[in-house]
């Protein structure tokens, strides 16, 4: 079975028209990751005997001739931040390395009810902190496209797991581009929601004013019908909401679109590889007739900065709740401070303690005004910016990385040079918008992938520009 020709659509349909059974597929995919496991790593957990019945209930369902969800048979991971039910949950983190998920992320819980089979749980930077895969604590994951290198994070192992055919489709979290930096990093598509679209239910928290959770996918179309599955309002969220009237069919046809491209995102600080594969993007759109307006976002140069303040004080706040007590791994120590001090000293990543301490610093008397509701000023302007650029533009299209991707071990010490990565990405977390990165290019054997950012909501036009520059544009399933 030619498992990296299977998209969501033909799984369904294949089922549905006895071309093959849910088991062959489950078989063929869990054959692939025990092939390749060992050398990418890019699963913390794998579900074997769980997902080999649920492809059998789903064949019962077509020998019934009962109608299949919309999922059926589709095998899926979930990046391992993502609470499943009874599983392992470690964020990454040796502090988690025993902790069961008592309940199911409302993520996960909709997709099992769509019929989808979750295959495993995937590696990830430590608390989805970073943006190589290299900061877990279970190893790093290679990228599939070649094995010396990083396939970009924090959502590593799900992006590999796609990649290599592990999986038809994952799941990973966007905080900062963690779902789009290895999605464009292992020549995948991936995609951030506006924040509020998906239920953060479930999932372990790191930044909470930016998190989202977003698919990953081999093309538009299947992130498409993943997003639908997930998206929506939920009571055990109160930051989601439902999508409003604004997702419906784009009353403008794709050639009608004027799309932005903000002078920040092209200059010195990208790297010529990524300027070319751009241009080169943006001269085949111009052909079909797309319009392109060059502007400015004033504050971008900023972001990096504003979003290593704002986040590290959530996430100071957020990870307080492993103490040695509540959750995970202890380490007793003689008085109920010591067993904080020790578990936390012995459990928690160099990446994860240095955040903590630059986030209590930030919120501390006295820094507080200078730092932390300075940056909270600035995250104001790079909305503002946005606001007024799309009273211009229906769609901004920028890089997804400012470089290529890079090789294992380059970052690892120099944890500026690794935070800016998120350069290009981090922009649409700050202002809570909806971006997808697509494939559009190579350097040798190195994807290379644009974005597409809409305003809020604005989810469906995002899928139809993406989804035409997939199709029209670099046609790579034909
Ligand atoms: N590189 C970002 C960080 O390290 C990625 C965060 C994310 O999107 N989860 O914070």
Known sequence: MDLSSLTIGKIVQGLESKKFSGQEIIDGFLDNISKKEKKINAFISVFEKEAKEQAKTIDAMVSAKRKLPPLAGVPVAIKDNILVKGKRA???SKILDNYIAPYDATVVKKLKEAGAIIVGKTNLDEFAMGASGEYSAYGPTKNPNDLEYAPGGSSSGSAAAVA???????????????????????????????Y?????????????????????????????????????????????????????????????????????????GIQKEVRDVLEASIQKLKQSG??????????????????YIITPAEVSSNLARYDGIRY?????????????VNTRAEYFGNEV????????????????????????????????DFKKA????????????????????????????????????????????????????????????????????????????ANYFENEITPRHS
Do not use: W
């Not at 935070?419 to 981090?426: F, N, P």
């Not at 977390?429 to 597409?452: E, R, T």
């Open 196 to 268: 509020g679209a998906v239920s953060r239910y479930g999932l372990i928290a790191m930044a909470s004013s930016l998190d989202q959770i977003g698919p990953l996918s081999k093309n538009t179309e299947d992130a498409r019908i993943l997003f639908d599955i997930i998206k929506g309002r939920d009571e055990m969220d109160s930051t989601s909401c439902e999508m409003g009237r604004e997702y419906g069919a784009t009353d403008k046809p794709i050639k009608d679109l004027v799309i932005g491209l903000p002078k920040e995102c092209s200059g010195q």
């Open 390 to 465: 799309f009273e211009k533009v229906d769609l901004i299209l920028a890089p997804t990385l400012p470089t290529l991707p890079f090789k294992l071990g380059d970052r690892l010490d120099d944890p500026l040079s690794m935070y800016l990565a998120d350069l290009l990405t981090v922009p649409a977390n700050l202002a809570g918008l909806p971006a997808i990165s697509v494939p559009a290019g190579k350097s040798g054997n190195l994807p290379i992938g644009i974005q597409f950012i809409a305003p809020p909501f604005k989810e469906d036009l995002l899928f139809s520009a």
């Open 353 to 384: 303690k240095r955040r903590i301490m630059l986030g209590t610093y930030v919120l501390s008397a006295g820094y507080y005004d200078a730092y932390y509701l300075r940056a909270q000023k600035v995250r104001t302007k790079i909305v503002e």
């Open 290 to 307: 797309i319009k392109f307006e060059i502007l400015s976002l004033p504050h971008l140069g900023y972001g990096v900065a504003c979003y």
């Open 90 to 92: 470690t964020a990454g």
């Open 328 to 340: 995970g791994m202890s380490e007793p120590g003689d008085e109920l401070l010591d067993t904080y």
């Open 164 to 194: 290599a055919n592990m999986c038809v489709g994952a799941f990973g979290s966007d905080t900062a581009g963690s779902v789009r930096q290895p999605a464009s990093a292992c020549g995948i598509v991936g995609m951030k929601p506006t």
